[in-house]
């Protein structure tokens, strides 16, 4: 049994979590008995289109407006009350400041008026540790890859709060790479799912980009080059008046294979070092078609497992932490009045919890 298996099941606990580390409004209703109640998101991709990229100021004063109404129907959808719940949630970092604060007071005033504990959650924990919303849930120790916007890393996982990085990005994350591609290529915001869906109308055999940082030792990545590289093709097709939907296509689809076979490399680079065979895969990229195709084949070759969380909950959600944050208040963690925002924090720097 999983200590986060354990843990839930020596003690009930309903907790309400809180998202907004960036563009996304979210709320859940976890209990470690009954499982997830209820989550709901919103979505400010829309407000920030139209500027190809999060602009925190608007991003913060969206969460003012729709979080109060997110929590209430929340509540409602699960037939919640404020009396029932015993602990508050909130993502504390890494993030935007203005709206991690956004969250954060949120919570922590709602704590004080319901006299319960709350706790500031690692956004990246969350989200190491979304799969154990699923069934069957891994069981530690296992190698994660969490690929989001912001991070790519390989981390050795013993436990909640036992965390080792084997692998970081050095320059530009995988969903970085992914964003920018889709700007340098026109396709819109938020670029990652226009780049996946448009690389399904491409032809693999017509361009081979690079795979960064494979012919080295280690398990850190970089994508900068693989970006620069794509730049460096859409250039090229377009000096040979060859700039067609389908050269797009193609590109797209050549930088998504080049991504997928870089972090499957990787993994099992990581998986031989650690002598594990378990991979537990989050981050919003996490949710990409390919690299999970290049992923179930690794481990279907080694015979070993591949977790992932179900598709709405490879972005940002609630429910990761609700859950995160419920497995550390059921081990006595809490939170004064005081409260602080993290916008740049190590996932290594967590407390282990028994």
């Given at each position: 049994m999983s200590t986060a298996e354990s843990t839930s099941s020596r003690q009930s606990l309903l907790v309400l979590g809180i998202e907004s580390s960036c563009d996304e409004t979210a709320v859940?209703?976890?209990?470690?008995?009954?499982?997830?109640?209820?989550?709901?998101?919103?979505?400010?991709?829309e407000l920030h289109a139209q500027y190809g990229g999060v602009v925190p100021e608007l991003a913060s004063r969206d969460h003012i407006q729709k979080l109060t109404p997110l929590i209430l129907q929340t509540m409602q959808e699960a037939n919640i009350e404020s009396k029932d719940i015993q602990g508050i949630a909130y993502t504390a970092g890494p993030g935007l400041m203005g709206a991690l604060l956004t969250g954060a007071s949120v919570a922590r005033s709602l704590a004080y008026a319901w006299r319960i504990p709350a706790i500031g959650v690692h956004h990246m924990e969350g989200?190491?540790?979304?799969?154990?919303?699923?069934?069957?849930k891994p069981q530690f120790p296992f190698i994660c890859l969490l690929v989001s916007g912001g991070h790519s890393m390989i981390i050795r996982v013993d436990g909640i709060g036992r965390y080792k990085l084997l692998g970081d990005t050095l320059d530009d994350a995988a969903g970085e790479a992914f964003d920018k591609t889709a700007k340098l290529l026109d396709l819109g915001y938020p670029g990652g799912p226009k780049v996946?869906?448009?690389?399904?109308?491409?032809?693999?055999?017509?361009?081979?980009?690079?795979?960064?940082?494979?012919?080295?030792?280690?398990?850190?990545?970089?994508?900068?080059?693989?970006?620069?590289?794509?730049?460096?093709?859409?250039?090229?097709?377009?000096?040979?008046?060859?700039?067609?939907?389908?050269?797009?296509?193609?590109?797209?689809?050549?930088?998504?294979?080049?991504?997928?076979?870089?972090?499957?490399?990787?993994?099992?680079?990581?998986?031989?070092?650690?002598?594990?065979?378990?991979?537990?895969?989050?981050?919003?990229?996490?949710?990409?078609?390919?690299i999970r195709a290049k992923l179930n084949t690794l481990m279907q070759k080694r015979r070993g497992e591949a977790f992932y969380p179900r598709l709405e909950f490879c972005t940002d959600n609630g429910a990761m932490i609700a859950?995160?944050?419920?497995?550390?208040?059921?081990?006595?963690?809490?939170?004064?009045l005081s409260f602080a925002t993290t916008p740049r924090w190590p996932l290594e720097a967590l407390t282990p919890i028994a």
């Open positions: 859940a209703l976890y209990d470690t008995q009954k499982g997830l109640l209820a989550h709901n998101l919103y979505s400010q991709v989200h190491l540790l979304a799969p154990m919303l699923e069934d069957p996946s869906n448009l690389a399904l109308q491409g032809d693999a055999e017509r361009y081979h980009f690079p795979r960064p940082m494979i012919d080295r030792p280690g398990l850190d990545m970089s994508f900068s080059g693989l970006k620069t590289y794509t730049l460096n093709t859409w250039q090229d097709a377009i000096a040979k008046n060859d700039a067609t939907e389908q050269t797009k296509a193609d590109i797209c689809r050549a930088f998504e294979l080049a991504v997928a076979d870089t972090l499957a490399i990787k993994c099992k680079r990581a998986l031989e070092q650690e002598g594990l065979n378990r991979l537990v895969v989050s981050g919003g990229v996490s949710a990409n078609r390919e859950y995160a944050g419920a497995q550390r208040l059921l081990a006595g963690e809490h939170q004064d």
